[in-house]
């Protein structure tokens, strides 16, 4: 066998194992989901859904619902950077299901976009393109978070977060971090022109209008999570949604950046401590399991009946393609066989 075919047939490999990683990545995020509601008791959790009124939960299922619609926003917004097309359904399809298993197995690039690279290589994306709109999305999340804290601490300048839980001097560095962050991307968006190439990939700064687009998006997005987290909670506790929305941003944005799958109890510990005021613990509990559910497990188990209805929807379409293939083939013969007897008679 030829050099040329070893590289080919370990390219072929290379790519059948990106692409099932994302199988692995859906297993994990359901298994880390198990760990996490594993440590309450089923009448604990049942307990803990019926005391939240009907009402607060159709309204939290809604929020999650569309928080999911503007995740798979940033998939179109992505494709739009990279300069192609696709049908609305592939891409809203894609972000579903890449965002509800990120979501809870963590590390969302890896697990995301090995998720992203089983659909749009299917759908005629190069590996690069699929690496430009992976890395996008992450930057987008990005800046929609330090748009989102310095909102945050313009809404509470005094910072509300009970009785030194979180310093000022904290608050007020992280504000900065954020104004920061957005200046020098905002600067390079509008004077920076040259394209930027990391490890002979090439990415290109945005327009200000997608820029622009990102923070909207990913602001709504991160607002549309909270809001789960706020219907459920708002129940048992009184706390003014500027401050609710601090504490939230805090602990969500530490829960993703410690690289924790889900931020599984990274988020609960943060935003226990930080919320203000003395909270019965076990209500607390009740309404963080609860978020965990409509916004992490709900989406989970969509999304594992669109892969599994994806995936035989393909099997199907392709056993169709082979058996017309076959019978074109044996037409062809069958007419080749005639043609020859004629010939011989």
């Not at 290379?14 to 309450?40: C, E, H, N, P, R």
């Not at 945050?152 to 954020?178: C, M, N, Q, R």
């Amino acid at each position: 066998m030829s050099s040329k075919e070893n590289k080919l047939k370990v390219k072929r490999l290379i790519k059948k194992m990106v692409s099932w990683a994302g199988i692995f990545f859906f297993a994990l995020a359901a298994y880390m989901i198990y760990l996490q509601l594993s440590k309450y008791e089923l009448d604990d959790i049942k307990n803990a859904l019926l005391s939240i009124p009907t009402h607060n939960l159709i309204l939290a299922c809604v929020a999650s619902f569309l928080g999911y619609v503007a995740l798979s926003v940033y998939d179109f917004l992505a494709i739009t950077y990279i300069k192609r097309k696709l049908e609305p359904w592939k891409w809203i399809l894609a972000g579903f299901v890449g965002f509800s298993i990120s979501n809870n197995a963590g590390h969302a690039i890896i697990s995301g976009g090995s998720v992203r690279y089983r659909f749009y290589t299917r759908w005629r994306f190069q590996g690069t393109e699929i690496i430009r709109m992976v890395t996008f999305s992450g930057f987008t999340y990005l800046w929609a978070c330090f748009f989102l804290i310095i909102l945050g601490y313009i809404l509470t300048p005094d910072h509300a977060f009970g009785d030194g839980s979180v310093s000022k001097f904290t608050t007020t560095a992280t504000a900065i971090v954020a104004a920061v962050g957005l200046t020098i991307y905002f600067s390079a968006v509008i004077f920076y022109k040259k394209p930027i190439f990391i490890k002979g990939v090439e990415f290109s700064m945005p327009s200000l209008k997608m820029a622009l687009a990102q923070v909207f998006i990913g602001g709504a997005d991160i607002l549309l999570a909270s809001l789960v987290l706020y219907f459920v909670l708002t129940p048992f506790v009184e706390i003014p949604f500027q401050t609710f929305i601090g504490v939230y941003l805090i602990a969500q944005v530490l829960g993703v950046f410690s690289q924790v799958p889900g931020g599984l109890g990274i988020f609960e510990s943060l935003f226990l401590y930080i919320i203000p005021g003395d909270h019965n613990q076990a209500v607390l509990f009740g309404a963080l399991i609860a978020y965990r559910i409509i916004y992490y497990l709900l989406p989970l188990v969509v999304s594992a009946f669109l892969l599994i209805f994806y995936e035989r929807h393909l099997s199907v379409l392709k056993a169709k393609i082979i058996a017309k293939r076959d019978n074109l083939m044996q037409k062809i013969k069958d007419k080749d066989i005639k043609l020859h007897r004629k010939k011989e008679s």
